[in-house]
């Protein structure tokens, strides 16, 4: 075997692998209520709001390390599953679980690759580059107008308040695009008066 | 309103609209075979795809340029539908329903970005340019990975020869990711002879 022979049997190894995350459900529905998320569908969508929102980062960022990030953030829940926002959970478990599939599944990739993708999902779960503040906001972002859009969605089965959604959602999507903050929380405030 | 904040809005719309793609399916199924794949999360996979193989492309690319294609050149389809690659169907009314659909789709961002967003659309649709080719390209593998994941998929339905695919996809694949093909052809000759 050439050594791109092997290369590309390595990497369509983790490409097809990587097919799982389509069968991972999120908490959150499409915006038409017709179904739950899955995570690769929501992972194509906010690389789409990355793309579509990048000038209101309130930082320099180089879009396409967080376009790379976004596409790659989710993929550890093919084996750790997704956690909603709102659900109570053993954070260090979840962790640990997180990493053993890093570890699996960036370790599909030939070695230099695996080391390129492993430093890029390291970076967003840190949360402290740049590149890493503007993707997490961003990821904030979609499930918001998908719940604005069904009614609330998941909010009222986690007994979400304005107030919580501030704390946990409105701080991080702040840290990186304070202007979509300001427009979402005028969207929310109006939803929970209505 | 604030410049900003009508830039933003227009933006969410975009983004908002661009969730119905979630809803297109496609002739291909996911790998395990468990349901059909819709054109969301196929754009989040051949995104990842190509940030995983770019160092096959035979040309020089801008992968920055080659991502933002593949995530937008499926959104047409929330108007247009999805034509699977082994379907006869009429060209040139097809083509007239695309346009129409990029026009009215990328017509609800701000100019500036309906221009830019255009651009790379059309670049994709002209497959000329050296990233247009790649990316091209890399949208044909991810189907031929999935038919061969589950028993051929829809070849059988579609009667497909391996001669077909070496015309219809092959030859695609072959312009701007050669050795990505030397590897599927393989596999293929191998399925057709099983
Ligand atoms: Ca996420």
Redesign the pocket.
């Known amino acids: 075997m050439t050594a791109t022979t092997e290369r590309l049997e390595q990497q369509l190894a983790f490409l097809t692998e990587a097919d799982k995350l389509k069968s991972i459900l999120r908490a959150t529905s499409l915006c038409d209520g017709s179904r739950r998320e899955n995570?690769g569908e929501?992972s194509w969508h906010i690389a789409l709001y990355a793309m579509t929102l990048a000038e209101h980062s309130n930082r320099p960022i180089n879009i396409l390390r967080v376009i790379k990030m976004l596409l790659i953030?989710?993929l550890v829940e093919i084996d750790a599953g997704d956690v909603p926002v709102h659900a109570a959970y053993d954070v260090a478990a979840h962790e640990a679980k997180e990493q053993a599939a890093a570890d699996r599944l960036f370790g599909l990739l030939p070695d230099d690759q695996r080391d390129e993708f492993r430093e890029i999902w390291d970076e967003f779960e840190a949360a402290e580059s740049d590149d890493a503040i503007f993707a997490k906001s961003i990821?904030r972002v979609q499930p918001v107008i998908s719940n604005l859009e069904t009614n609330g969605g998941t909010w009222p089965e986690f007994n979400v308040t304005a107030e919580q959604l501030e704390s946990r959602v409105g701080v991080k999507v702040s840290r990186g695009a304070p202007a979509v903050w300001d427009i979402l929380q005028t969207r929310i405030r109006a939803w929970f008066k209505a």
Chains 1, 2 share one sequence.
């Open positions: 995570s929501h953030h989710d990821d």
